[in-house]
Antibody, heavy 118, light 107 residues
């Protein structure tokens, strides 16, 4: 079955960078794009961007594009999200999700909590 | 960016009740509208796609309707496992945007 397994919780200092991984299994990895979302405590979902499994094309949320990077390792079927210059407002649970076509998300990772605190 | 709103923001209902949640888009999105269910502490789960379609495994008590700017999620007979938060999401244009959520609580 389709599985997306994310890396564990992170506690980061303001100004630092965090990298989260999302390892896919149970399907042909290069046939589907992976998206990233986040959810601040008690808040709704915010789309962050698309990680192309072939690493050819990525699209990021405009207001975060200077701090976001999404990369892919096809040898391990893993997609990475890196967010730099962390601020307290980046504290959230970060999710990867598989796009089932047409920008709908049919499988999700379990979530990675990221806390930004001094 | 397309703004999504939902109403109500929360509701209290009993097992067996019929529940309706509304989602509105700030501009027409045809039927590029999907619904997700999120249990506390869990990842969202796709519930309805393309406004009216159920993924395999989703119980038939869930249904969706609408097109353009106004959409509805209906639970015909609420079950204990349905107490959760429900989000709508538009996929008409990037950035993809979600509604703020509707929390369904036990009365």
């Amino acid at each position: 079955q389709v599985q997306l397994v994310q890396s564990g919780a992170e506690v980061m200092q303001p100004g630092a960078s965090v990298q989260i991984s999302c390892k896919a299994s149970g399907y042909s990895f290069t046939d589907y794009r992976i998206h990233w979302m986040r959810q601040a405590p008690g808040q709704g979902l915010q789309w962050l961007g698309i990680g192309d499994p072939l690493g050819v094309g990525t699209t990021y949320l405009r207001k975060l594009q200077d701090r976001l990077a999404m990369t892919t390792d096809t040898s391990t079927n893993t997609v990475y999200l890196e967010l730099s210059s962390l601020r307290s407002e980046d504290t959230a649970v970060y999710y990867c999700a598989r796009e089932g076509g047409g920008f709908l998300f049919d499988s999700w990772g379990q979530g990675t909590p990221v806390t930004v605190s001094s | 960016d397309i703004q999504m709103t939902q109403s109500p923001s929360s509701l209290s209902a009993s097992v067996g009740d019929r529940v309706t949640i509304t989602c509105r888009a700030s501009q027409s999105i045809s039927q590029y509208l999907h619904w997700y269910q999120q249990q506390p502490g869990k990842a969202p789960k796709l519930l309805i796609y393309a406004a009216v379609s159920l993924p395999s495994g989703v119980p038939s008590r869930f249904s969706g309707s609408g097109s353009g700017t106004d959409f509805t999620l209906t639970i015909s007979s609420l079950q204990p496992e349905d107490f959760a938060t429900y989000y709508c999401q538009q996929s008409d244009s990037i950035p993809v945007t979600f509604g703020p959520g509707t929390k369904v609580q036990i009365k």
